[in-house]
Structure formats: structure tokens, C-alpha cells
């Protein structure tokens, strides 16, 4: 796992941008760093050495003849495989690592050559030959990749704080980036915070070429995932084939020349990683979990009977009396490098400080959700199918007949207006409710609205979805959430928040949920293998039961949070309020303060306020505070 960086055009003193891009990076590859230019082009590195750790594995790092170059980001799984191949064709390596079949698979595949790699990456070619550099990322955007591009120099990054080193970059906030942080609390690919900075999306890669007229680039898409529920899977014949998909995808992983272990939440999908991990090692593996001291959000006794099932060597991170402090969160947030707003990103960096004291490698069970229908919104669209099923003048009155019972406690208030909403509501606006944090009345009273698209197009479809003709309702909204989930979610938020948590603490995080063929077989489950009633994630659950105590096969799903409320202390709530509410912060040229303060207000005196719980609340706090911090870094 490393940090890269480059350039591809002009610019001037171009060495010492180069030293401080290596420094910005510094916590991606602290073991070591490399520097190669050219009168075009240069290419940047951080090293942290995971295979071959011996000098022949550095980079920036050529072909035999040196007229292909490549910086590299991730692991690429089938390396071996592919190195055989190339070695066959007449290829010629120096070391062993998996970085260095990449610019010979080039020279054979030209920019297609990224279609046959494994695994997650960013990466970057420079073809000497030819005054091309190409940019790409891998099919689900585990690994970042940041550009800046002008008609003189396009430049790239794992993160963006490595590129706000370069001058002449338009640092001017995008407004349409924020008025999507807003509702989502993240900022989708490719905007970024920054007018002059995007993100390469996933499956995505960018070609850019010096010419007289200075630098041309375009980007394309090599690879998009489809939908094709397969309707004659029975249960037993799923389970076996994500058993049997899950091993191999976990094993295939696994190969490391620094210490591995495993993030063990205590959920269904990392105990089955380290349950797999465990299985291909003749020594104890290392397992951790984080542990809280409100019940609600702590799965310590699912780990530790996962750990004891399995016989790996646990540790437990007692987060309690651990406080987060002013400097701790703003830290943490400033380091993400844009606006962030998802709060279980200090939970994540709690566990992997604590694993980074014992491994370098760290497996995790992200991406099983969002494969396998593990979130609760797969059973409530089959509730909601059925409720559209209703005749329209139930829709008409229900809103009404509910609002006593709803005034009286009997039932959840949001339901009437959750009703109401629904009524003639399309696919797409059924499937982006759940994804959002702000619907649409609040968000639009808060944001200072001006030239921006609405958030709704972020949620149409863009897959091919290849159902059968008659397919249900149920089974249409299951795959248009599906794609939402991996496509805008799964990229933007959760793998965004495991590699700014963990790489900060030079920790490489693996995701073997997310390998190309176990996923590919969870998108051709039917809506029926993925929820039973309100039991989801109904295949790994059944692949559970075969190898995980009864207790934790059958639990609920929990989230990876932190109790943000208990767990800042009272000097961070006074510093919060002040930050936020002074005059001189310029949150209010994106949001109306007669919106946001009585929200602040709330939050820091702890305090109800009408229609959003504490949970909502403090994820709204983090927000307006990611854009104030970031605000304040940038333009000072």
C-alpha cells in the first residue's frame, strides 16, 4: 500500500513540488519514497512495503528498457498468474512484488491491459514512447485517485491534500459538491470540494497526451457491473457456492511478507473473513475489535466468541474513557482532505491505531452488505411494494387517519409523512429516500441554493439491469438499491472512510467481500436469497451457520459507529458551538443559519430537536463542522 502522485505537462520547479507531495503522502508509504521525472512528466511515490521488501520492489518502476513507468496503489491479487503469462511471452522481472507486471502487461495490452487485473488499485503509466500518462482505479474504488486538470498540466494524487501543494489549482468551493454533502454527507465522484479538483471514478480510467497544444486528456469507463438475478438458485446451491467463493476470495488475499490480521467487528461478514483467514494459517491469527461502553453499540462479545470458535489471538480496544477531543476530530476530519460526515470514521481509526501496533495488513469484512442485501432497507422495499399496492384513496387518507396515532406515541411520527411521500412516488425517488440523511423539504431550507442539480440524479439508473420480463416490483426496487448501494455509496462513504482512517495510521486495509467473482455472485441472487421476511444477508447467514457459533450467525446487524454524543467530551461541544456560530465563519454562504444554528444549538446543550433524533443531529454537527474546517484550511 503506498501513496502516488505525479504530473503529467508543465511545471515550474517541479523538484520541490515533488519533495512536499512526497511529504503530504508521507503516512501512506513511510518506509521509503521514490522520485522519477522527466522533461514531460513526473511520477511520485510512497512506500509501504508490503511484498518484495527488498529494493526491487520500489517504485516508481520501469519496464526492461525503461520507456514504461508506473506508481502504484493496492495489491493485485493475480499477479503470479499474470507475471507466468508475461514471462512466457519473453517478459523479463527484477523482483517478485506485484507492481512490476503492470507496466509489462501495458506494453502488451496497451490501456486495456487494466481489464485483466485483480484487486484493489490506483495506479498510473507514463509511456515515455509516446508522452502518455494513464490513470486508472479499480472496479469498485477501494483506493482513491484525486486530478487536477489544465490545459498546461494535469496532475494526480491518492488525496487531495498532496495536490492543494501544486500552484495555480482553482481551490474556489464547489457549490454543487456541498449542496450534495448536505443530503448525503459525503461528496460523490467525480466532484470533489474543489471547482479545479475531481475524483477518478470507479472503473474508470483517464488518458491524457502532451501535444502542441498542450495537454489533452478524456476519461472512460473499462468496466460497469450489471444486475442478472439468477431465478433458479435455490438457497442450498447459493450457500455452497459462497462458501466455496468466500474461502478462495479470503485465501487469495492473504499473501503478505509484513505481519496480516483481521478488523473483527463482531458482524456476520468479519467473522466470516476471519474464520477463512484462519483456516489457511498454522499459527494463531491476529484479531481486534473496538469496544464501547454503551451496550448498543458494542459487538465485544460476538468477537470474542467468534475469536475463541476459531482459536485466534484477539485483542480488544476498551474505548472506554477514551474521549474525542477538539483536536483529535478535527484532525481526523482535515486529514480526509474534503468535507466528511460519516462519524463511524473515528471508530474506524480507533481499531486500526490499535492494529497498526501489531500488523501491517489488515483484512475487513466491508462489502458484504452491499453484495449479499445486508441492510434493512431490502426488507422494508418489500413493505413499501406492498403499500403502493394499495387503492389511492387509502393513499389520500392514511396520512391523515395516522396523525393522532402518531401525535399519541402509538407509532412512529415519520410514518404518516414517510406515506405521504411514498404515494405515486417512482423507483427512483422510493430507492433514494432511505440513502439520504436529508430529505428534500429540510435540505432545501437549509442550502443556499443557486445553479446546482438536484440530488435525485445521482440515483437513476446507470447499470444494466437484466430482469425477467415479468419481474416483481419487489425484485425491481432490490436491484435499482443494490446499484445504488455499491455504485454511489459503497465508493463515496464507507470504502472513502476505511482508507482515510486507515492509511493515516500506514495500515493497509484488504477487502475480500469485494473480490470480482464473489460479488459478481452476489448480484445474481434474487430478492429472495437476500431477505427472508426481516432476516437479511440471507445466504451469508446460511454460510454463517455452518461455521460460526449459533449466537452470532443469528444476530442482527449492527453498525460500525461511535456514540458521538458520550464520546466527545464538553470541551469539543463549547469549541463546536463557537466555531460554527461566529460570525466570522463562512458557513453561511452555503447554508441559511436560521436553519443550522438551532440544530448546533441542540446538539451542544443536548437538547430535542423537532424531527431529528440525537443521532441525526451530531451527523449534521459533523457535517456543517467538515465544510467549516475545510473553509477555514483552504481560505483562511
Given amino acids: 500500500?503506498?501513496?502516488?502522485?505525479g504530473w503529467l505537462g508543465n511545471l515550474p520547479d517541479g523538484e520541490s513540488h515533488a519533495v512536499r507531495m512526497v511529504q503530504a503522502l508521507h503516512h501512506r508509504g513511510p518506509d521509503a519514497h521514490g522520485v522519477r521525472s522527466w522533461p514531460q512528466a513526473t511520477l511520485v511515490h510512497t512506500r509501504l512495503s508490503i511484498i518484495d521488501l527488498t529494493p526491487a520492489g520500489a517504485q516508481p518502476m520501469p519496464n526492461e528498457d525503461g520507456t514504461v513507468w508506473t506508481v502504484f496503489n493496492g495489491e493485485i491479487y493475480n499477479h503470479r498468474e499474470l507475471r507466468r503469462k508475461l514471462e512466457e511471452r519473453g517478459h523479463l522481472f527484477r523482483g517478485y512484488s506485484d507492481t512490476e507486471v503492470l507496466p509489462h502487461l501495458y506494453e502488451e495490452e496497451g490501456l486495456d491491459f487494466v481489464t485483466?487485473?485483480?484487486?484493489?488499485?490506483?495506479?498510473?503509466?507514463?509511456?515515455?514512447?509516446?508522452?502518455?500518462?494513464?490513470?486508472?482505479?479499480?472496479?469498485?474504488?477501494?483506493?482513491?485517485?484525486?486530478?487536477?486538470?489544465?490545459?498546461?498540466?494535469?496532475?494526480?494524487?491518492?488525496?487531495?491534500?498532496?495536490?492543494?501543494?501544486?500552484?495555480?489549482?482553482?481551490?474556489?468551493?464547489?457549490?454543487?459538491?456541498?449542496?450534495?454533502?448536505?443530503?448525503?454527507?459525503?461528496?460523490?465522484?467525480?466532484?470533489?470540494?474543489?471547482?479545479?479538483?475531481?475524483?477518478?471514478?470507479?472503473?474508470?480510467?483517464?488518458?491524457?497526451?502532451?501535444?502542441?497544444?498542450?495537454?489533452?486528456?478524456?476519461?472512460?469507463?473499462?468496466?460497469?457491473?450489471?444486475?442478472?438475478?439468477?431465478?433458479?438458485?435455490?438457497?442450498?446451491?447459493?450457500?455452497?457456492?459462497?462458501?466455496?467463493?468466500?474461502?478462495?476470495?479470503v485465501h487469495r488475499q492473504m499473501e503478505s511478507d509484513v505481519p496480516l490480521g483481521t478488523l473483527l467487528s463482531g458482524g456476520i461478514d468479519s467473522s466470516l473473513v476471519s474464520h477463512a483467514a484462519q483456516t489457511a494459517l498454522t499459527r494463531a491469527l491476529r484479531t481486534f475489535n473496538v469496544k464501547f461502553s454503551e451496550e448498543e453499540y458494542d459487538e465485544t462479545w460476538a468477537a470474542v466468541a467468534v475469536a475463541n470458535n476459531?482459536?485466534?489471538?484477539?485483542?480488544?480496544?476498551?474505548?472506554?474513557?477514551?474521549?474525542?477531543?477538539?483536536?483529535?476530530?478535527?484532525?481526523?476530519?482535515?486529514?480526509?482532505?474534503?468535507?466528511?460526515?460519516?462519524?463511524?470514521?473515528?471508530?474506524?481509526?480507533?481499531?486500526?491505531q490499535a492494529m497498526r501496533r501489531h500488523v501491517t495488513v489488515a483484512l475487513s469484512g466491508d462489502g458484504g452488505d452491499e453484495g449479499f442485501g445486508g441492510y434493512d432497507l431490502y426488507w422494508r422495499i418489500a413493505r413499501i411494494a406492498r403499500l403502493q399496492r394499495l387503492p389511492e384513496p387509502i393513499w389520500r387518507t392514511a396520512p391523515i387517519a395516522l396523525l393522532?396515532?402518531?401525535?399519541?406515541?402509538?407509532?412512529?411520527?415519520?410514518?404518516?409523512?414517510?406515506?405521504?411521500?411514498?404515494?405515486?412516488?417512482?423507483?427512483?425517488?422510493?430507492?433514494?429516500?432511505?440513502?439520504?440523511?436529508?430529505?428534500?423539504?429540510?435540505?432545501?431550507?437549509?442550502?443556499?441554493?443557486?445553479?446546482?442539480?438536484p440530488v435525485r440524479r445521482l440515483f437513476e439508473r446507470q447499470w444494466e439491469h437484466h430482469l425477467p420480463p415479468r419481474?416483481?416490483?419487489?425484485?425491481?426496487?432490490?436491484?435499482?438499491?443494490?446499484?445504488?448501494?455499491?455504485?454511489?455509496?459503497?465508493?463515496?462513504?464507507?470504502l472513502f472512510k476505511v482508507d482515510t482512517a486507515s492509511m493515516r495510521e500506514s495500515l493497509e486495509v484488504r477487502v475480500p467481500m469485494l473480490d470480482e467473482d464473489l460479488f459478481a455472485f452476489g448480484l445474481s441472487l434474487p430478492h429472495r436469497l437476500k431477505v427472508n421476511r426481516r432476516t437479511c444477508k440471507r445466504v451469508l447467514r446460511a454460510v454463517a451457520k455452518?461455521?460460526?457459533?449459533?449466537?452470532?450467525?443469528?444476530?442482527?446487524?449492527?453498525?460500525?459507529?461511535?456514540?458521538?454524543?458520550?464520546?466527545?467530551?464538553?470541551?469539543?461541544?463549547?469549541?463546536?458551538?463557537?466555531?460554527?456560530?461566529?460570525?466570522?465563519?463562512?458557513?453561511?454562504?452555503?447554508?441559511?443559519?436560521?436553519?443550522?444554528?438551532?440544530?448546533?444549538?441542540?446538539?451542544?446543550?443536548?437538547?430535542?430537536?423537532?424531527?431529528?433524533?440525537?443521532?441525526?443531529?451530531?451527523h449534521r454537527a459533523i457535517m456543517l463542522l467538515s465544510?467549516?474546517?475545510?473553509?477555514?484550511?483552504t481560505h483562511p
Fill in 116 to 249: 485483466k487485473l485483480r484487486g484493489m488499485f490506483a495506479l498510473a503509466i507514463f509511456d515515455t514512447r509516446r508522452h502518455v500518462l494513464m490513470l486508472a482505479r479499480d472496479r469498485f474504488g477501494i483506493k482513491p485517485l484525486f486530478y487536477t486538470p489544465s490545459k498546461d498540466r494535469l496532475a494526480f494524487a491518492s488525496e487531495i491534500r498532496a495536490l492543494l501543494e501544486l500552484p495555480g489549482i482553482d481551490t474556489r468551493p464547489d457549490r454543487q459538491a456541498i449542496y450534495d454533502l448536505a443530503a448525503l454527507f459525503y461528496i460523490p465522484a467525480p466532484e470533489t470540494f474543489y471547482t479545479g479538483i475531481r475524483a477518478l471514478e470507479p472503473g474508470e480510467i483517464l488518458e491524457a497526451r502532451l501535444d502542441v497544444d498542450g495537454v489533452l486528456w478524456r476519461t472512460r469507463a473499462y468496466h460497469r457491473w450489471s444486475i442478472a438475478p439468477d431465478l433458479a438458485l435455490t438457497l442450498d446451491q447459493a450457500t455452497d457456492r459462497a462458501d466455496e467463493l468466500l474461502t478462495t476470495a
Fill in 546 to 618: 455452518r461455521k460460526l457459533p449459533s449466537s452470532v450467525a443469528n444476530k442482527p446487524k449492527w453498525g460500525f459507529a461511535i456514540p458521538v454524543d458520550s464520546w466527545v467530551d464538553a470541551g469539543f461541544k463549547a469549541h463546536l458551538r463557537d466555531a460554527l456560530l461566529s460570525p466570522s465563519s463562512k458557513l453561511s454562504e452555503f447554508f441559511r443559519p436560521e436553519a443550522y444554528r438551532p440544530m448546533i444549538e441542540a446538539f451542544c446543550d443536548g437538547n430535542e430537536h423537532p424531527g431529528i433524533g440525537r443521532e441525526g443531529l451530531y
Fill in 627 to 633: 465544510v467549516h474546517l475545510t473553509l477555514s484550511d
Fill in 310 to 352: 476459531i482459536g485466534s489471538h484477539h485483542e480488544t480496544l476498551d474505548m472506554d474513557g477514551v474521549r474525542g477531543t477538539w483536536d483529535h476530530v478535527a484532525g481526523l476530519l482535515l486529514h480526509a482532505g474534503q468535507p466528511f460526515a460519516d462519524t463511524s470514521l473515528f471508530a474506524a481509526n480507533a481499531v486500526c
Fill in 404 to 453: 393522532p396515532l402518531a401525535h399519541f406515541g402509538l407509532l412512529r411520527d415519520s410514518l404518516p409523512r414517510t406515506i405521504a411521500t411514498l404515494n405515486g412516488a417512482d423507483d427512483t425517488a422510493v430507492v433514494q429516500r432511505p440513502f439520504r440523511w436529508v430529505q428534500e423539504n429540510e435540505h432545501e431550507s437549509l442550502c443556499q441554493t443557486a445553479d446546482v442539480l
Fill in 471 to 494: 419481474a416483481s416490483r419487489v425484485e425491481i426496487l432490490s436491484a435499482h438499491a443494490t446499484e445504488v448501494n455499491t455504485r454511489l455509496m459503497l465508493s463515496n462513504d464507507f
Fill in 1 to 5: 500500500m503506498c501513496g502516488i502522485a
